[in-house]
C-alpha cells in the first residue's frame, strides 16, 4: 500500500521554497547550471543533479539519515558488519601479487591501514607463510600529510627496468586522478618531476624523460564523454603548455589517444593511436614516416599483444580481409617486421576461433608465450599459444575443471606465470609455474564461510523469444522446494561484460549461511558466450536484456526454489538499470531491489555523468527513432507507471563521476513524490567502484543484508 511517508513531506516543502523547478542539465560534476539548452521539460527534481550544491546535500543528508534509521538500528546490522569487517581485514587473506622488474608488488588495505600500502617482496618471500614486506608508499600517511582523501589508483612504470613511475591517485575515489613521478629506488616523489593535475585520461612512458600524455589540456581537447581526445608529447624541463601535440581525434568521439607500440621485453616497435567512435569500435592508426596511417581492420577489432615476432589482433565480428574470412571472437596474427614496413599489406594468420558456447575472457603474455582464459559454458580454461615452425599450437594448462580459472599475472621477463582458480564455495587457490606450463598449488585463501551440504547448480529459463539464459543457483543444506526460501539474483547483462562464479566470501558468510539462496544470472548483453552474446540484446533490442533477467526470475518461482515474496535482485551500474527496469516492468514477481550507482533516467543518461559514451550500448535519445527504444524501459519515468513497487534500496556516491549519484537520487525523489516506500544512502566517497576503505565496504555490505532480512525474511 502506498502512503504520504516524511521523505514526501519534506520533499513537497523543498518544492515549495523554490528547490527545482525545471533547471538546466549540467553537463558533468559541476554545481551550477551550466546550459539552458538541455533542459528537461517536466523534471521536478533535475537540481538533483547538482552534484555538491547546499540543497542536494542537504536533500542526500536527509535521505541517509533515515536510511541509517531504517538499517543500522536494526540489531542485526552490528553482528553483520563485523563479520564482513573481518573477513576484509583478515590478516590470513592471499596477498595477491604482480611480477614487476622491482619486485613481486602488492597493494594492501586492512584495518591499521585502511586507505593502503604499496609493499614488495621476493618470489621466494612470497611461497612462505610470512612474506617480508617493503613498503613503497603509504597511502595513508600521504593523505595525511596532504589534508586529501587520496585513494591509489595505480603505478604505471617505464619499462624494462621499471625505476620510474607515475603514481595515480583520485580524490575521493572519482575516476579523475593526478599523477606524480615516483622514484622506486628512492621510495619517494620526484621532486621538480612529471605531475599532472586531476583529470580523466592517461600518461605513458616514452623515455626517462618524455611522456605521451592524454588529459585535459583546456576548451577543446574533451570529447562530450568528457574524455580526453587529444595526446601530447611532453618532455622533461618544458612546460606541458608547450608539449606539441602528436595526435588528434574528434570532438564527437567518445575518446582518443597515442601510445606506444611496446613487447614484453620494453622494446618499442612504433606509435600507435586511436579513435573511439563508439564504446564498442575504434579506428586504429600506426604511424610510418611520419604520418597517421588508418589501420584496414574492422571496428570492433583491436590489437591484443605481440608474441614471438607477430602483432596479434582480436575481432568481436567476422572479419574478412579479402583473402580469407576469420569468425567473430578470434584471434589473428601480422608479422610484426611486415606490419611495420606496410600495416595494411600484411598477410593475416588464424591463431584461434572459439568453438560452440566458447569464447575468450583475456590474454597475458609472458617473455615468450601468450596465455589467454576462456569461457567454456562459463566454465574457465587457460590456453597458452606458441609460434612453432612455422605454424601457432597451443595447449590447455593444467587447471581445476568446472571453475573459474585465470593468469593471476605473468612475467615480462621471464616464463614464469601464476593462476588462479575459484568458485561459489571453493576460495582462491594460486598456481606458480616456473616454466609457464606445469602449475602448481603454492597458496590458497581461508575458508571464509562454513560450506557444508551446500550444492551449486546451473539451470537454463527460456527468455521471451525462446532463448535458453543459463544461470547459476547456490542453495543451502536442506533447502525446500516450497517456494520460502530468501533469494538474491544478482546480473549485469552489458558491454560484453562475463559474470562468472567467484567465492561468495562476505554474500557466503551473511546471506547463504542464515538461509539464503544466492543465484547469479548469465544474460544477453554481457560477454559469457562471446560477441554475438553481447550484440544480440544492445540499442534497439536492449529490452532482452531485461526479458532474459525477468525470465531467470520466473523460472526460479516456477521451479519452486522460491516466490515473489521472498526473491529479492541487485546490480551495479549497468547492473543497476537492470534492476531498475526489472522491478518496474515487473513490480509484482519482487520484494527487494538493490539499485546501485546506476543508470536510470535513460532519457537524459547522455547529459549526465560520462553517459554519452555509452550511447553505442544504448542509443541515442535525442533521436526519435532511437528514443522510442529507450523510453519503453527507462526506469525513471516507468516510476509514474502508478504500480505498487517494491520497497527499493538506492545505493549511490557523491564521488561517482561516471554514472552520477543524480541517477538514484532523482529515483528516489520521484518515488517520495509518489507516496512509494523506498530507501537512499549516498556515500561521499568511493566514487564508482565502491568503498575506498574496508570500514566503508563492510558498513553498505552490512546495511544490504540488513535490507534483505528485512524484506525477505522478516515475516
Not at 319 to 342: M, T, Y
Not at 656 to 673: E, I, Q, V
Request: aromatic letters at 12%; hydrophobic letters at 35%; one cysteine or more.
Amino acid at each position: 500500500m502506498k502512503s504520504v511517508s516524511t521523505r514526501a513531506i519534506a520533499l513537497s516543502l523543498a518544492l515549495a521554497a523554490g528547490m527545482t523547478m525545471s533547471g538546466p542539465a549540467l553537463a558533468q560534476d559541476a554545481d551550477t547550471v551550466a546550459n539552458t539548452e538541455f533542459e528537461a521539460e517536466n523534471d521536478p527534481f533535475i537540481w538533483l543533479e547538482e552534484t555538491r550544491s547546499d540543497r542536494a546535500m542537504a536533500w542526500v543528508e536527509n535521505e541517509n539519515e533515515l536510511t541509517i534509521a531504517a538499517l543500522q538500528t536494526d540489531p542485526r546490522f552490528e553482528e553483520l558488519r563485523e563479520e564482513a569487517l573481518a573477513i576484509y581485514n583478515a590478516d590470513d587473506r592471499i596477498p595477491g601479487v604482480s611480477f614487476t622488474h622491482y619486485g613481486m608488488v602488492n597493494f594492501w588495505q586492512d584495518a591499521d591501514n585502511p586507505k593502503g600500502i604499496v609493499r614488495r617482496t621476493t618470489l621466494e618471500s612470497w611461497r612462505t607463510d610470512n612474506p617480508t614486506w617493503e613498503t613503497i608508499l603509504d597511502v595513508d600517511a600521504l593523505a595525511e600529510a596532504e589534508g586529501r582523501d587520496w585513494v591509489y589508483q595505480g603505478m604505471n612504470c617505464l619499462p624494462p627496468d621499471g625505476t620510474r613511475c607515475l603514481v595515480s591517485l583520485s580524490d575521493g575515489g572519482q575516476d579523475a586522478s593526478i599523477m606524480r613521478e615516483f622514484d622506486l629506488e628512492t621510495l619517494s616523489f620526484v621532486e621538480g618531476g612529471f605531475e599532472l593535475p586531476e583529470s580523466q585520461g592517461g600518461a605513458s612512458w616514452v623515455d626517462e624523460n618524455t611522456l605521451l600524455v592524454g588529459r585535459d589540456f583546456g576548451d577543446g581537447t574533451l570529447t562530450e564523454s568528457f574524455y580526453p581526445f587529444t595526446t601530447r608529447l611532453w618532455t622533461r624541463g618544458t612546460s606541458i603548455e608547450e608539449a606539441p601535440e602528436i595526435f588528434r581525434g574528434e570532438a564527437t568521439d567518445v575518446s582518443a589517444g597515442a601510445y606506444l607500440l611496446r613487447d614484453a621485453s620494453g622494446t618499442v616497435h612504433g606509435r600507435m593511436a586511436y579513435r573511439g567512435i563508439s564504446f564498442h569500435e575504434r579506428a586504429y592508426y600506426f604511424e610510418v614516416d611520419g604520418e597517421w596511417v588508418a589501420l584496414e581492420i574492422p571496428a570492433k577489432a583491436n590489437p591484443y599483444g605481440i608474441v614471438d615476432g607477430h602483432l596479434l589482433f582480436s575481432t568481436d565480428v567476422e572479419w574478412n580481409d579479402g583473402e580469407q574470412v576469420f569468425p567473430a571472437d578470434s584471434i589473428i596474427a601480422v608479422d610484426l617486421e611486415a606490419f611495420k614496413a606496410d600495416p595494411n599489406t600484411t598477410d593475416r594468420t588464424l591463431v584461434w576461433s572459439p568453438q560452440e558456447r566458447q569464447t575468450k575472457r583475456g590474454a597475458s603474455t609472458t617473455a615468450n608465450s601468450l596465455y589467454v582464459t576462456l569461457l567454456d559454458n562459463v566454465r574457465g580454461q587457460v590456453l597458452k599459444f606458441d609460434y612453432v615452425d612455422g605454424e601457432w599450437v597451443s595447449e590447455r594448462i593444467d587447471l581445476p575443471e568446472n571453475a573459474s580459472v585465470g593468469v593471476s599475472t605473468a612475467s615480462n621477463e621471464t616464463d614464469q606465470i601464476m593462476f588462479y582458480s575459484t568458485d561459489f564455495l571453493s576460495p582462491g587457490t594460486y598456481y606458480y609455474a616456473a616454466d609457464g606450463v606445469t602449475p602448481e598449488p603454492v597458496k590458497e585463501s581461508p575458508e571464509r564461510f562454513d560450506a557444508t551440504g551446500m550444492q551449486i547448480e546451473q539451470y537454463e529459463a527460456t527468455s521471451a523469444d525462446g532463448t535458453q539464459i543459463p544461470y547459476f543457483i547456490v542453495r543451502p543444506e536442506g533447502m525446500e522446494d516450497g517456494g520460502s526460501t530468501p533469494t538474491l539474483l544478482y546480473g549485469y547483462g552489458g558491454f560484453q561484460i562475463s559474470q562468472v562464479p567467484s567465492y561468495l566470501g562476505t554474500t557466503g558468510r551473511m546471506w547463504v549461511e542464515r538461509g539464503g539462496a544466492y543465484v547469479l544470472a548469465n544474460l544477453r548483453g554481457g560477454g559469457e558466450f562471446g560477441p554475438e552474446w553481447h550484440q544480440s540484446a544492445i540499442r534497439e533490442n536492449k529490452q532482452r536484456t531485461w526479458d532474459d533477467f525477468i525470465a531467470v526470475a520466473e523460472d526460479l518461482v516456477e521451479r519452486g526454489f522460491t516466490s515473489p515474496d521472498h526473491l529479492g535482485i541487485q546490480g551495479g551500474s549497468q547492473g543497476g538499470l537492470l534492476v531498475g527496469t526489472a522491478f518496474t516492468q515487473r513490480p509484482d514477481l519482487f520484494d527487494a531491489a538493490i539499485v546501485q550507482i546506476p543508470l536510470f533516467d535513460m532519457l537524459r543518461y547522455q547529459y549526465i555523468g560520462r553517459g554519452a559514451s555509452w550511447i553505442g550500448e544504448y542509443g541515442d535519445p535525442r533521436i526519435p527513432e532511437q528514443r522510442e527504444w529507450i523510453e519503453g524501459y527507462s526506469p525513471y519515468q516507468a516510476l509514474n507507471s502508478g504500480e505498487d513497487f517494491p520497497r527499493v534500496f538506492y545505493v549511490t556516491s557523491t564521488a561517482d563521476d561516471r554514472t552520477h549519484p543524480s541517477h538514484g537520487r532523482k529515483a528516489a525523489a520521484r518515488m517520495a513524490a509518489n507516496g512509494d516506500e523506498y530507501l537512499y544512502y549516498e556515500d561521499m566517497t568511493g566514487g564508482h567502484s565502491g568503498g575506498v576503505d574496508n570500514e566503508q565496504r563492510a558498513r553498505l555490505r552490512a546495511m544490504q543484508i540488513v535490507y534483505l532480512m528485512q524484506q525477505l525474511m522478516d515475516d
